[in-house]
């Protein structure tokens, strides 16, 4: 059993250019990005989701969004290709995305950024006020347990292989999951989110050791 402890401050990667991506938007393009694709020949950062508050917030950090076809958020930054390809994403897939060590060694308010930005993608908050996260890449979901437990937070986690749908509407078996039962002991649980719609759902919910 890990045992739970104090967030803890890192010290040893407190340089910003060890993280070129905002914490924020790399935890979205993680969680809901697509960092390894072209469109039309020219390579195109950008991330899938219905939300636009998490483009707002965006916005907000500095950050220039484009809505374009369907639920699509092009991420219009000169350089985010290129600082991808420093930090080692820009080949990741769903079944390899991870966090970069840099981050998972960042100051607090940097990780907790990072945390918002996975949640607010592949996190939810269950009506009971738990926060879980989701993925097919272990190497993932290894990293956001450690990048949770480094809050302070109790982590558990299972892996299931969800039943999907085909092409033609029928059932079949989709891609291993594993998912991570997040439970911060040190805050409220609404604050893994900036989405209102999941920050409601667990307002007032704090890990009680039970």
């Known amino acids: 059993?890990?045992?739970?402890h104090k967030p803890i401050k890192f010290t040893s990667s407190n340089k910003v250019n060890m993280r070129p991506v905002d914490p924020y938007l790399l935890g979205v393009l993680i969680?809901?990005?697509?960092?390894?694709?072209?469109?039309?020949?020219?390579n195109v950062t950008y991330y899938t989701s219905s939300d636009d508050e998490i483009a707002g917030r965006l916005r907000s950090l500095g950050i220039n969004v484009e809505r374009g076809?369907?639920?699509?958020?092009?991420?219009?930054?000169?350089?985010?290709?290129?600082?991808l390809t420093k930090?080692?994403?820009?080949?990741?897939?769903?079944?390899?995305?991870?966090?970069?060590?840099?981050?998972?060694?960042?100051?607090?308010?940097?990780?907790?950024?990072?945390?918002?930005?996975?949640?607010?993608?592949?996190?939810?908050?269950e009506t009971d006020g738990h926060c879980m996260y989701a993925t097919?890449?272990?190497?993932?979901?290894?990293?956001v347990t450690e990048l949770a437990r480094s809050l302070g937070c109790k982590v558990t986690r299972?892996?299931?292989?969800?039943?999907?749908?085909?092409?033609?509407?029928?059932?079949?078996?989709?891609a291993k999951s594993y998912v991570c039962s997040i439970f911060?002991?040190?805050?409220?649980?609404?604050?893994?989110?900036?989405?209102?719609?999941k920050r409601?759902?667990?307002?007032?919910?704090?890990?009680?050791?039970?």
């Open 158 to 174: 299972t892996e299931k292989i969800p039943i999907c749908t085909n092409a033609v509407g029928g059932p079949k078996r989709c």
């Open 184 to 197: 911060p002991v040190h805050f409220d649980s609404s604050e893994m989110f900036t989405l209102e719609r």
């Open 87 to 125: 930090i080692g994403l820009d080949k990741s897939t769903s079944e390899t995305k991870f966090i970069p060590r840099s981050y998972l060694l960042a100051p607090l308010d940097a990780r907790i950024e990072l945390l918002r930005g996975l949640m607010d993608t592949d996190g939810w908050a």
């Open 136 to 143: 097919i890449s272990p190497r993932l979901a290894d990293d």
């Open 1 to 4: 059993i890990t045992p739970i």
């Open 69 to 83: 076809k369907k639920f699509r958020h092009v991420v219009r930054k000169d350089d985010i290709g290129n600082d």
């Open 31 to 42: 969680g809901d990005g697509n960092i390894s694709q072209t469109d039309q020949g020219r």
């Open 200 to 210: 409601s759902r667990c307002r007032g919910h704090k890990y009680n050791g039970g």
